[in-house]
């Protein structure tokens, strides 16, 4: 079952212990239990007949006293103590006696013990107003409850060596059901594992199936009419990029030169033409493309007023793309409406493209071949994780089995006064 039984088993030994199975344990104990009861039994037998003899006496003895005749009359205070206290006695003392006594050595003992305790009890108590009474009568029930009491003390060793015995077979049979059950959990974990590198194994080769259809579907034998696809999605990205940059050119450049106009006007009389250029300013910050009928709007409103701040000298044009933009000859509005219009042109012609290239049936099996590659490696790695866990169980149950074989074997070897060596079923 395990190589370590295995190995224990196998292993030549000078002295041959006596081989009991593991699942004998439990049967093995109940039978040691049984001859501890009837050992112990045979041994207190004696003092068992004792207690009950003397117990039987002691009955006889308190019902005696209401029956014996005095020759002489009893002093006052006697006749007192007598009619007072003897009743008192009598029942403490009989319920005391009457107390079952079972056939069990150790509940007999038990309930031995707790009669001894009540007839000192009552011996202590209204017992001690009697002595003057009834001298001879006080002193033979006192000797018979002496004679329980020797009784019980003799078979104390015997109980509590008994009682030791069994707090050690009940050890022994926590520790054979931690045993059984670690031995459970070691073998669910082997098949935990085995299933487990099993669905590992089947993870790997689909992923390796995978690897090997994606790299078909991308192979040159079947992949131009893909990578033509591409090329037209990688042609209009650049298209779109080239018209992206120009539109942002021009706009960088125009908000450049009505910056120059914002800050002209506001050191002038020019507040209500600042604020429409410092609105039009505004809109082409960020980093985002502007509005373009926000900005056409508004450039066709502060246009004028720039090219005429320009016209009179008051903004210089410093370098060659603000003369060539803000020339005469150049309408900025139109020259914008016309970027933005190449610009949806390319943005347009782009998402076609990329609409037919994602519906190609080979993209869309690489797009799911991909997918499905992902999700298996995800998975793969939840089950590897998984084993590394199993497996630290698996080794951690495999440590504490042989500990609890050695245990079970000294306890048992220590009932059964000879060696004992735990073997497995398939052993026994």
């Known amino acids: 079952m395990f190589k370590f039984i295995k190995d224990r088993f196998s292993k030549e030994r000078e002295e041959k212990p006596r081989t009991v199975s593991i699942s004998d344990v439990p049967v093995l104990l109940e039978a040691r239990d049984a001859e501890i009861t009837a050992d112990l039994s045979a041994g207190i037998e004696r003092h068992r007949d004792g207690v009950l003899a003397a ?70 108590g209204p017992g001690r107003y009697l002595r003057g009474v009834f001298p001879e009568e006080m002193k033979e029930i006192r000797l018979n409850v002496d004679r329980i009491g020797r009784e019980v003390n003799a078979m104390t060793p015997q109980i509590a060596d008994a009682r030791r015995k069994r707090d050690e077979i009940a050890d022994l049979h926590r520790t054979a059901a931690s045993l059984s059950a670690t031995i459970a959990n070691h073998n669910a974990t082997e098949r935990d594992l085995i299933n487990i590198r099993d669905k590992i194994d089947e993870e790997e080769q689909a992923i390796e199936d995978l690897k090997k259809t994606l790299a078909i579907s991308e192979g040159p034998a079947v992949s131009a009419e893909v990578d033509d696809l591409r090329s037209a999605v990688s042609d209009l990205q650049g298209e779109l990029s080239s018209a992206d940059r120009s539109l942002r050119a021009d706009i960088s450049v125009i908000a450049h030169v009505l910056r120059k106009g914002e800050r002209i006007l506001q050191r002038g009389e020019g507040a209500s033409a600042s604020r429409e250029i410092e609105a039009v300013v505004d809109a082409l910050d960020g980093s985002n493309l502007p509005d373009e009928d926000q900005l056409l709007s508004g450039l066709n409103k502060v246009l004028p007023i720039i090219r005429s701040m320009i016209a009179s000298g008051e903004i210089v ?64 790695a939840d089950l590897r994780d998984k084993m590394a866990a199993i497996g630290e169980r698996e080794q ?23 060696p004992v060596m735990l073997v497995s079923d398939e052993h026994a």
């Open 55 to 124: 117990r039987e006496d002691l009955v006889d003895l308190i019902r005696d006293l209401r029956s014996k005749e005095r020759e002489e009359a009893y002093h006052p205070k006697l006749e007192k103590i007598a009619k007072n206290t003897l009743p008192l006695f009598e029942k403490s003392m009989l319920s005391s006696l009457a107390k079952a006594l079972p056939s069990n050595p150790e509940e007999f003992y038990v309930a031995a013990s707790e009669c001894l305790k009540g007839c000192v009890k009552g011996l202590a």
């Open 317 to 380: 044009l410093k370098n060659k793309e603000e003369r060539e933009l803000f020339s005469e000859e150049v309408d900025i509005t139109a020259r914008i409406k016309s970027l933005y219009d190449q610009y949806r042109g390319a943005e347009s012609r782009l998402s076609a493209a990329e609409r037919d290239h994602e519906a190609h049936p080979i993209v869309e099996k690489i797009r799911w071949v991909q997918h499905e590659r992902e999700t298996r490696e995800a998975r793969l």
């Open 396 to 418: 951690s149950l495999s440590r504490e089995i042989p500990a609890l074989l050695a245990a079970i074997e000294q306890g048992i070897s220590r009932i059964e006064g000879k």
